[in-house]
């Protein structure tokens, strides 16, 4: 009896066991799903019914070629394959260039903030490239070709301002040049932003108007105060930017508006870090995912530990804007968004040019300021991915390291844990660096690790290649351009509606009018006559037949980088707007002024003339200002900064305090501030 018992239970035994087996068998199977693999030469290996790429060439099956290892493994395996050369190439990201991609031409980079009249008076080409001479060298590739096969880069910035095919071809050619190297290494391709309507489309800051899906600028989404319009923008943005090749985003700025006269306001979320964080946890979820994958663009969020406290809002690409200084005490304030960043996992992060001044902190450049970068980022926020300078720290902006050679600056900024130098295509100088024993091979090793753990993780192994039918049929299909419409007119904020003229009644006769003094000399006035009318609006063509006048100002002092260290000015005088004009519009009739707001305008010019209704828009449409004015749309954006009273209150403004926290009397319109018409 015992034994048939015995035998019974050795049975049942058996039986668990077979399934245990057969139910770990089924978890193995589940976790070797064969990837689709992407090539175009390299031979591809057969082990056990599953295929491997060999990047080597060497006909067998390496660590770092096997899909089904931890990423740790794979990394360990090619570090230890990679030469000094190889390594040190790896760590130069430059701007790569492309037959006819525009990007250096005077119209590629635009702002089309409307529609229906002579573009080419709305155009800002706000180009570095076009402009006036700029304060230091222009560095960049001496070709592609020669970049991936003779420099080992395998990082890159495209500024093309180009179509969707030709970007996507592109990238598959640059990514079979990159297969066809001694490992196989692929490449990254990063860009700046590329789907905002942008006043200031200087290469390096944003391309401007693209096929990509156009959507407010990042002031714009901040005054939507939508998180959730924001992740499916940033989503409906890494669908796109994956589709033509793009896997890397030097976006987006974490910076705050703080100095109202800082040069580069329009490129963040606004002066309060509480939005600004939420603005940039939703924008690196949705670009990146939960993390990175092979859906998601890496971002790199810049610029630590946050640009806005400028003095006197001068910017540090000059050498006149190089001190950074928190008169208000409130360095940790502007840390906010970078936390939120971190946590989120964004992949990389910018340190900017500017040194500290009257802080405890070493007066040295971002990038060379180890208690920054080592102690600080590192350290106590707990952040573990890449460091990448901004273009050009080394040879251009050196600032509290002048006297230092170019080696004794690769040595100092390595030193303080930067791991990849923007603005160079030639590794030689560097490659000297650890030769001469200013750095430890075992230091460059660090930094090319964490650089191989993001294209690991991006899937750029396995598949870099993309699918060029489809990159056309994504980019700025019509369901993305339906979510950016809506986008563009939650973005719209009305301040003032003193006399209830909003929203307008049908039939109302409108002269509508763009004002903007374009630099070159040509009329700044023009008159906005819809080609469609779903308003039923009457559009006349002088003031004298109108009921209203709509008044669209675009001020602005030209690109950051026609800057020539001159004092910054904030009043519309200051910023080509004829403000002689346009108080004789605003005497003559009800005027509705909607003022296009890059910066934190001061318009008392206008304010004794009774500008009884007031609106700001952030970069937006023709089609979405209409649609708020005539009640097709109810207003519900909500100011992103503070606009100061008068030129004398943005002089008594400390740099690093939000305007909201300024003393009282230094608002004209407050952070917060927006009506609806219900």
């Known amino acids: ?25 089924g978890l193995l199977a589940q976790k070797v799903n064969q990837p689709a693999l992407g090539f175009r030469t390299v031979e591809i290996l057969k082990v056990n019914g599953l295929q491997f790429k060999d990047l080597n060439k060497n006909h067998k099956l390496d660590k770092y070629e096997d899909w089904r290892l931890p990423a740790e493994e794979r990394v360990k395996d090619l570090l230890s394959q990679m030469t000094l050369e190889e390594k040190v190439g790896f760590m130069l990201i430059s701007t790569t260039r492309l037959a006819g991609d525009n990007s250096f031409q005077s119209n590629a980079s635009r702002t089309e903030v409307t529609s229906g009249f002579n573009e080419e008076d709305l155009l800002q080409t706000n180009n570095m490239f076009t402009r006036k001479p700029l304060p230091y060298p222009i560095l960049t590739a001496a070709g592609t070709t020669k970049g991936v096969t003779v420099n080992n880069l395998r990082h890159f910035i495209l ?59 990042e002031l ?30 030097y976006m987006y700025m974490a910076d705050l508006a703080t100095e109202p006269r800082w040069q580069r306001i329009e490129g963040t979320f606004g002066e309060d870090a509480d939005l600004a964080a939420d603005m940039i946890r939703e924008i690196v979820l949705g670009f990146q995912g939960t993390k990175l994958g092979l859906n998601s663009v890496a971002l790199t969020t810049k610029h630590f530990p946050g640009g806005g406290p400028q003095v006197d809002g001068q910017d540090p690409h000059f050498e006149w804007g190089k001190d950074q200084h928190y008169p208000g005490n409130m360095f940790d304030y502007h840390l906010k968004p970078f936390k939120a960043a971190i946590d989120a996992g964004t992949s990389a992060i910018m340190p900017y040019y500017a040194k500290p001044i009257k802080t405890p902190y070493e007066e040295v450049g971002f990038s060379y300021n180890k208690s920054i970068i080592n102690d600080l980022l590192r350290t106590k926020m707990g952040f573990r991915g890449i460091i990448n300078s901004d273009t050009g720290p080394i040879e251009m902006m050196p600032w509290g390291v002048e006297n230092l050679t170019i080696h004794e600056r690769y040595q100092k900024a390595l030193e303080c844990g930067v791991d990849i130098f923007s603005g160079s295509a030639d590794p030689t100088l560097l490659l000297e660096t650890v030769k001469k024993g200013l750095v430890s091979e075992a230091r460059i090793n660090e930094s090319v690790t964490r650089l191989l753990r993001e294209k690991f993780a991006l899937g750029l192994f396995e598949n870099p290649y993309v699918d060029v039918d489809k990159a056309i049929a994504t980019v700025g299909n019509v369901e993305f351009k339906k979510k950016a419409d809506l986008a563009l007119r939650k973005s719209i904020v009305l301040l003032r509606n003193d006399n209830n003229l909003l929203p307008l009644t049908k039939k109302t006769k409108i002269y509508f009018e763009t004002y903007l ?85 001061v318009i008392s010019e206008i304010e004794k003339e009774g500008t009884k209704t007031v609106l700001a828009t952030f970069g937006t449409t023709t089609d979405a200002l209409l649609d708020v004015v005539t009640g097709a749309f109810n207003p519900s954006g909500k100011m992103p900064f503070t606009t100061p009273v008068s030129d004398k209150a943005v002089l008594e403004n400390k740099s690093d305090v939000p305007g909201y926290m300024e003393p009282k009397g230094y608002a004209l319109f407050k952070f917060g501030d927006g009506l609806s018409y219900k």
């Open 159 to 217: 500024r093309a301002n180009t179509s969707a095919k030709v970007m996507a071809e592109w990238s598959n050619n640059l990514q079979a040049l990159s297969e066809n190297t001694r490992l196989g290494i692929p490449s990254i391709v990063a860009s700046n932003p590329r789907n905002h309507i942008t006043a200031d489309a200087s290469v390096g800051l944003s391309v401007g108007t693209t096929v990509f899906s156009r959507w407010p600028g």
């Open 220 to 249: 714009g989404l901040a005054a939507m105060r939508d998180l959730k319009l924001t992740r499916e923008f940033a989503e409906i943005a890494a669908k796109e930017w994956t589709a033509v090749g793009l896997r890397k985003g």
């Open 517 to 601: 003094d374009n630099g070159r000399g040509k009329s700044a006035v023009n008159v906005i006559k819809p080609e469609t009318n779903p308003w039923n609006m009457e559009f006349v063509s002088t003031k004298e037949d109108a009921d209203v006048i709509l008044l669209w100002l675009m001020p602005g002092g030209g690109s950051l980088f026609s800057s020539a260290g001159n004092p910054i000015e904030l009043s519309l005088s200051k910023n080509r707007i004829d403000v002689a004009h346009v108080n004789e519009l605003i005497s003559a009739k009800p005027t509705i002024v909607a003022i296009n707001y890059t910066s934190p305008w």
């Open 1 to 25: 009896m015992k034994k048939l018992n015995l035998l019974k239970f050795g049975c049942r035994l058996t039986f668990l066991l077979l399934l245990l087996s057969l139910a770990t068998l």
